[in-house]
């Protein structure tokens, strides 16, 4: 898979698909997830769970990593208005001038830093903690949001919430549909409450019903992204669908 893949990347058989987020509050789309997938020439599109931990084990993270960086923020730069969350492994925390890559290719495309989000997963194991920290630091500063992504799917949740310095955090899809019963729905409203109580936004991602919205909305999220409001879409349908989308909100 390391030729393959690493043929992929230089040969552009990677591309980024983009998820909406929705503020409660604006009843607008007001970012976008950027998500890798791979497709093989005349092969199948394969998720990134099939390659990139891959990528993460076998020193191919930071040029896919560059990759995404690159092609997601040159498409954002059309998108006025939209923020633009990006995941990054904590593989790629090894590069000691990570901040400052990730600001220089954002502004060398014409995007403000306020116009960037950072996700990095709950599970997150950095090369070196202390360093990754500062990091995000340099790129909180600079006015990059700081997500931590897959809440609820580590056990130092709420720990981390406070050590980390992060903007917002986003519910994981085994949280969301969990809403149902009450060890779910307490665990909800602990870690609602405890992100609240740090002064963090609440995404809830991989939401999916009608039930699980009403229920995420009276607990606090303040943004929501999943298949109710839209499945991942191809570069060229983002702003098709955000001009479109606005009375589906005003709906639900
Ligand atoms: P993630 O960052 O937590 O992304 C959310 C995943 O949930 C995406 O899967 C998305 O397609 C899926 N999803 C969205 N809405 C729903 C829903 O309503 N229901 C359900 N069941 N799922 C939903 P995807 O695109 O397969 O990505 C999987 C993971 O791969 C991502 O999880 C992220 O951790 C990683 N990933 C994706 N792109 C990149 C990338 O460019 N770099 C890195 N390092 N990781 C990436
Ligand atoms: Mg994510
Ligand atoms: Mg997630």
Known sequence: MHYALSEAISNSELFVLYQPQVSL????????????????????????SDFVPFAEQNELIDPLGAYVLERACRDAAKWQGLRIALN?????FALPDLADFICSVAQENGLKLSAVEVEVTETADFPDRTAAIDQLKILQMRGV???????????????????LPVTRVKLGRPLVENYQTSEGAARLRDLIG?????????????????????????????LMQGFLFSKPLRAEEVMDFVETSHAKWRAI
Do not use: F
């Not at 007001?30 to 394969?46: D, F, K, M, N, S």
């Not at 709420?158 to 050590?163: F, G, I, P, R």
């Not at 963090?200 to 009403?214: I, N």
């Open 88 to 92: 990054i492994s904590q593989k790629q």
């Open 194 to 222: 405890a992100a609240q109580a740090l002064g963090l936004g609440v995404t809830a991602e991989g939401v999916e019903t009608k039930q699980e919205y009403d229920c995420l909305r009276a607990l606090g999220c303040d």
């Open 145 to 163: 949001t700081v997500s931590l992504d897959d809440l609820g799917s580590g056990n130092a949740t709420k720990e981390l919430m406070e050590a």
């Open 25 to 48: 509050e604006e009843r607008r789309i007001v970012a976008v997830e950027a998500l890798v997938r791979w497709e093989p020439t005349g092969g199948e599109v394969v998720p990134p």
